[in-house]
């Protein structure tokens, strides 16, 4: 169950994403970076969905759905605080 709620917080938005933008040629872009975080708050969303989804099914499930979920969130504030770092060194807005 943890990894399914892995897997879906590494969702379809998140992953195709990334996977272009690191592929164009063209190097990732401040904006590129911007729109990886957005795809990935739509994921997060999802996530959030399916823990709850999965509260209904089962208590069990649903816990381990939670804490997936909220383990992502840790690592999310420090990738969050890490690429903000980044950003300034180019001059760029931070991810808000």
Do not use: H
Request: net charge negative.
């Amino acid at each position: 169950m943890l990894l399914m709620a892995v897997a879906a917080l590494a969702g379809c938005q998140t992953s195709s994403y990334v996977s272009s933008a690191a592929t164009d040629g063209d190097g990732v872009t401040c904006g590129e970076i911007y729109q990886a975080f957005s795809a990935y708050q739509q994921d997060r969303q999802s996530a959030g969905a399916w823990a709850q989804l999965g509260q209904l099914i089962s208590p069990t499930a649903g816990n381990y759905a939670d804490m997936g979920v909220q383990t992502a969130a840790r690592y999310y504030d420090q990738i969050k605080a890490t690429t903000n770092v980044a950003l300034a060194v180019r001059g760029c807005q931070p991810v808000q």
